[in-house]
């Protein structure tokens, strides 16, 4: 079941969903929308490495009030909000439709567990043959909300949960990783 913006109303009031901060033009009729803050990370493509699932990447570290994105390039960005999400909720990241007509893509795996809590890194991308400039404080996806048919047995407590500002992959981090280094299997 997908909430509405009556009960994400009252889940806000009550302090089951946590959105700071937050302004009442950010609740829409089925999800909340956030928005862009000014930290970025761009992969450091300078250094030419390849980039592995087995390794920490590198990446470039931007503050400013806007940034422009090239043509058919990525960047990692963030929400302004924290936010806080209970037990029995899940949210989905999607893309405002106003933004993705522009040609800009917004993901972040599409999913927020149950538990999470922290910023939510956007990543971004440009699609069209010319640049396209995004600004700090603009509104640039929206949350969706569900309930759970019943509280997850174990909530969210990976390796982004508390997550500030843009954070880059950490996927080299993952079990298997740390499995294939104990064993010595490339």
Not at 13 to 33: C, F, H, L
Not at 60 to 73: H, M
Not at 91 to 100: D, H, K, T, Y
Request: proline letters at 6%; charged letters at 25%.
């Amino acid at each position: 079941m997908t909430l509405s913006d009556g009960t994400i109303k009252e889940y806000l009031d009550s302090g089951k969903i946590v959105i700071d901060p937050i302004e009442p033009n950010q609740i829409q009729p089925a999800s909340v929308d956030l928005t862009l803050d000014s930290n970025f990370l761009i992969v450091d493509d300078l250094s030419g490495e390849l980039i592995s699932m087995k390794d920490k990447i590198k990446y470039r570290k931007l503050e400013t009030g806007s940034i422009v994105i090239p043509p058919k390039s990525f960047i990692l960005a963030t929400s302004r909000e924290t936010i806080k999400i209970p037990n029995d909720l899940v949210a989905f990241v999607e893309g405002r439709s106003s933004v993705g007509r522009m040609g800009l893509f917004i993901q972040n795996a599409g999913w927020v567990d149950p538990g999470f809590e922290g910023q939510i890194t956007l990543e971004l991308f440009n699609a069209n043959q010319v640049p396209i400039r995004v600004d700090a404080g603009r509104r640039i996806c929206q949350l969706v909300f569900s309930k759970l048919d019943k509280p997850a047995d174990k909530p969210y407590s990976g390796k982004y949960k508390g997550q500030k500002g843009t954070t880059g992959s950490r996927v080299y981090l993952d079990e298997e990783v740390e499995a294939e280094l104990d064993s010595g299997t490339p």
